[in-house]
């Protein structure tokens, strides 16, 4: 019941700030598919770049919308309405807001990767997006979920949060298979930015979307990642670390 009661915290915060949550996942990925797809002339393997970028956008849309959706609430309630204190004194077994938490971010990530999809619908690209890249995309939103509960615990201001965005979500949303491939990055950077779930999740979607063979032993890399995550936010809740 725990976990029910965190999704139904998320879910009245979601038709609370519906406009806004939706504008705001319009509009950046919006811009990116105008401003690379249609603003820049150029193709990608034979196809037009707008049908390479369109997964890319896709798979960093529910990055942002799951790490934006826990991050900034999580950090505030620890900092600044200490509402762990509620919570840990609470029946909810702790676990299980940890568990809601990931949950709702990753829903958050694929309502706002559905909006893009309905957004591209018109254009008929022939990608394809099947259940397998909604279980992937979901996946993805659980991970980056996972890490804005740790990046939130970690935070020792309101600040922390945005700049931890601009230093690794923003780079990861440009470097991890999203615009480019990255065969294109030099070798050493290439292997570690491989590595990052986003380009795990790029690269499975765009196979996907284009009939070609997925490599889906990305799912357990992105599994592992979320363990890590999920461990971690756990460790902080039960040692009382940074509450």
């Known amino acids: 019941m725990?976990?029910?009661?965190?999704?139904?915290?998320?879910?009245?915060?979601?038709?609370?700030?519906?406009?806004?949550?939706t504008l705001a996942a319009l509009i950046a990925p919006l811009m990116y598919l105008i401003v690379f797809g249609w603003g820049i002339?150029?193709?990608?393997?034979?196809?037009?770049?707008?049908?390479?970028?369109?997964?890319?956008?896709?798979?960093?849309?529910?990055?942002?919308?799951?790490?934006?959706?826990?991050?900034?609430?999580l950090n505030v309630q620890r900092l600044y309405e200490k509402?762990?204190?509620?919570v840990i004194i609470s029946p909810t077994p702790l676990w299980q807001f940890i568990v809601g938490q990931v949950l709702a971010g990753a829903l958050r990530g694929l309502y706002s990767a559905g909006i893009i999809l309905l957004l591209i619908l018109p254009i008929h690209t022939g990608?394809?997006?099947?259940?397998?890249?909604?279980?992937?995309?979901?996946?993805?939103?659980?991970?980056?979920?996972?890490?804005?509960?740790?990046?939130?615990?970690?935070a020792k201001n309101h600040a922390d949060v945005p700049r931890f965005s601009n230093y690794i979500i923003m780079p990861m949303s440009y470097?991890?298979?999203?615009?480019?491939?990255?065969?294109?990055?030099?070798?050493?950077?290439?292997?570690?930015?491989?590595?990052?779930?986003?380009?795990?999740?790029?690269?499975?979607?765009?196979?996907?979307?284009?009939?070609?063979?997925?490599?889906?032993?990305?799912?357990?890399?992105?599994?592992?990642?979320?363990?890590?995550?999920i461990v971690a936010g756990l460790y902080f809740v039960y040692k009382k670390e940074n509450l």
Not at 41 to 70: C, D, E, H, K
Not at 83 to 86: E, G, L, N, R, T
Not at 127 to 154: D, E, K, T
Request: charged letters at 10%.
């Open 2 to 21: 725990g976990i029910v009661t965190i999704l139904w915290e998320k879910w009245r915060e979601f038709l609370r700030d519906f406009s806004k949550i």
């Open 41 to 73: 002339r150029t193709t990608m393997n034979g196809q037009p770049y707008l049908y390479y970028l369109i997964p890319g956008v896709v798979s960093l849309t529910t990055m942002n919308g799951s790490f934006s959706a826990i991050a900034q609430n």
């Open 83 to 86: 509402a762990f204190d509620q």
């Open 127 to 154: 990608l394809v997006f099947n259940w397998q890249s909604f279980v992937i995309l979901f996946l993805n939103g659980a991970v980056f979920a996972g890490l804005s509960i740790v990046v939130s615990f970690l």
């Open 175 to 229: 470097l991890c298979n999203t615009f480019f491939s990255t065969a294109a990055i030099p070798h050493g950077a290439r292997e570690v930015i491989t590595a990052l779930p986003l380009s795990q999740t790029s690269s499975m979607i765009r196979a996907i979307a284009t009939g070609e063979a997925a490599d889906f032993r990305g799912i357990l890399v992105l599994l592992a990642y979320l363990i890590v995550f």
